[in-house]
């Protein structure tokens, strides 16, 4: 989060010993847990085998990614752990109502025990990955502490500082008994946000299989990031900007890297729930969230008490198996924007024929042209806007609208790219870039992953209930556990 939002509610934390959650390559670890107090705030609206063989995935529904909801899970030694944490920094926590000027990192022993018992929380748990955000990589000290101990605990750090010198950071670590680290690289976002992202291909120590052409290992790709807070409506365009941009550098690194098709997990504070638009564009790139599809999809979870006292579901660790339907990444995006669109003139009371209306402007024709299209745009304030659309992203907005390339939009086709959008069939996107129907011949197998289990702390949240206690953060801590699976590609590979 930013220095200029506020944040409130600290608690006392209460430690003690009540469930059980899963350690990379070892059976069960126990983490205790005592249930606090439970209390309600206005929430924003926003069974498979455990001997680690691997699974046979033959469909692209969502229900591949899941296995049945348990609390309690014993897990094989293919399985892979991941863990997200917004462990708010110091120089963002407010510790006085009265004072809003006074930050924790005022206070040598109130930050350093609050993290001593986030590092405790963490190393007993022992995820095989942790992604941690707002990591206060400005405080040597700090990270002296956390390189130390997660070090000692044998896993690989990898941090990043935002730009212009924000103060904190991401940190991803890497259980090195476990997991190999191939390649890593680092995300900049060059956004009034300064915000940053991490990319890490990763791949296990151990083979999770064997085939004709030998050993099969676990590959993967995992992002950490944290998105901008949504202060308003006009950010929506920004923060589905920086999800947009991560995906495209995703695509970049796997053609740059000639790889293979692999999964590929998100990790992060979103800084948005499940009814935005940042949720609905990752949908459409063929991403699955990991604590959705274990648990049951409606429930009313959330993970984060925010600066304006509501509690919300902001974050995710989200799964693309490498054999999902995803579409045109450049044609979610459109359809994303469009939908922001479609927003603001139905909150502008706007009907169809009306919003059609406006779009033409002040054009006889029936029809919506170049022009009073860029009008009509600037007017609900996504383009000629500080960090609205720029001029390419307008003109490939334009392009996607104008369905027949005759250089203007009709009614129908308003209809069919704006006021009633609808899913084209789904196509198969190839982890090279390119696009291939789903029955196209090339088919080869990979190892892809399924939801094993999926946990928030404290278990309070999982109810949509924030606890008094809890102090550690001012958001919960979402571990998934993933299990490997075989599953059937199709698409070309160049190698």
Request: charged fraction near 20%; aromatic fraction near 10%.
């Amino acid at each position: 989060m930013d220095l200029e939002k506020t944040k409130e509610g600290d608690f006392d934390v209460g430690l003690c010993l009540e469930f059980q959650v899963v350690a990379a390559g070892s059976s069960v670890a126990k983490l205790n847990l005592r249930k606090g107090k439970g209390s309600s705030y206005n929430v924003m609206s926003g069974g498979d085998n455990s001997d680690g063989d691997l699974s046979i995935v033959s469909n692209n529904s969502d229900s591949e990614c899941c296995s049945s909801s348990m609390v309690e899970v014993e897990r094989g030694p293919s399985c892979v752990s991941f863990t997200t944490f917004n462990i708010l920094a110091p120089i963002y926590k407010r510790i006085d109502p009265k004072n809003q000027s006074l930050r924790e990192s005022e206070f040598r022993y109130s930050w350093l025990s609050r993290n001593e018992s986030i590092l405790n929380s963490l190393l007993a748990e022992s995820s095989s990955i942790m992604c941690l955000q707002e990591f206060w990589v400005g405080n040597e000290e700090l990270v002296h502490m956390y390189e130390e101990k997660l070090g000692d605990a044998g896993y690989h750090l990898f941090k990043l500082a935002r730009t212009n010198n924000r103060g904190d950071g991401l940190l991803t670590a890497i259980h090195t008994k476990y997991l190999h680290v191939v390649n890593y690289r680092e995300l900049f976002l060059n956004d009034f946000g300064d915000r940053v992202a991490q990319l890490l291909h990763v791949q296990s120590i151990a083979p999770v299989s064997q085939n004709q052409m030998g050993s099969l290992y676990q590959e993967f790709l995992i992002v950490n990031t944290h998105l901008l807070f949504p202060h308003d409506s006009s950010l929506c365009i920004v923060r589905l900007h920086q999800v947009h941009q991560i995906l495209q550098h995703v695509e970049l690194f796997q053609k740059e890297n000639r790889l293979k098709p692999m999964p590929i997990i998100l990790c992060g504070d979103w800084n948005g729930s499940k009814k935005g638009h940042v949720y609905k564009f990752l949908r459409s790139q063929g991403f699955v969230s990991s604590y959705d599809c274990y648990a049951d999809s409606h429930k009313q979870w959330v993970s984060h008490r925010n600066h304006r006292g509501n509690i919300c579901g902001v974050d995710f660790i989200w799964l693309c198996n490498p054999n999902q339907p995803r579409k045109p990444l450049k044609t979610s995006w459109a359809e994303a924007v469009f939908s922001i669109l479609k927003y603001q003139l139905r909150k502008a009371s706007l009907s169809e024929d009306s919003a059609f209306t406006f779009l033409k402007g002040d054009n006889c024709a029936d029809a919506v042209t170049y022009l009073s299209f860029h009008e009509a745009l600037r007017q609900v304030k996504l383009v000629d806007v500080p960090n609205g659309l720029c001029i390419q992203q307008f003109q490939d907005l334009w392009n996607q609208a104008d369905v027949d390339g005759n250089g203007v939009i009709d009614l129908e086709e308003f209809k069919q790219k704006i006021w009633n959008s609808t899913c084209p069939e789904p196509v198969l996107e190839s982890f090279n870039g390119c696009m291939e129907d789903v029955n196209a011949t090339n088919e080869h197998e990979t190892i892809g992953f399924k939801v094993k289990t999926a946990m928030l702390f404290p278990r309070e949240v999982e109810r949509g209930h924030w606890p008094e206690e809890y102090s550690l953060s001012d958001h919960a801590r979402l571990t998934a556990v993933f299990s490997p699976a075989k599953m059937r590609c199709y698409g070309s590979q160049k190698l």
